[in-house]
């Protein structure tokens, strides 16, 4: 029998995009022009300077309502999702 090559150690010459990974007609691409074309400013104001600083507010907005429009609402499904999810991961960038 003949296999097509197969190494798992195989290292590639440049690291994958999440671009080239997500098609072009995907929902998380629409998600992410419409969090990105929405004004936040009034919502960065009101965080304070003060403390650690936190995850930016376009990138939660991206996760929880591209994790809504796929029926996850749990925290823990989120987490889950955002470490095995390439779509998800796409939102992280």
Same mark, same amino acid.
């Given at each position: 029998?003949r296999f097509k090559h197969y ?5 590639? #010459? $440049? ?7 997500? *098609?072009?007609? &995907? /929902? ?5 022009q419409i969090v990105e074309s929405?004004?936040?400013?009034? #919502? $960065? ?7 650690? *600083?936190?995850? &930016? /507010? ?36």
């Open positions: 029998m190494n798992q150690q195989q290292t590639v #010459l $440049l690291p994958y995009s999440f671009d080239d990974l997500i *098609p072009q007609g &995907h /929902p998380v691409r629409v998600v992410d929405i004004n936040i400013q009034p #919502l $960065l104001q009101a965080y304070s300077k003060e403390g650690n *600083p936190g995850y &930016h /507010p376009k990138m939660l907005r991206k996760v929880m309502l591209y994790a809504y429009m796929t029926n996850i609402y749990s925290s823990r499904k989120i987490e889950l999702a955002l470490r095995e999810n390439i779509n998800f991961s796409g939102l992280l960038l």
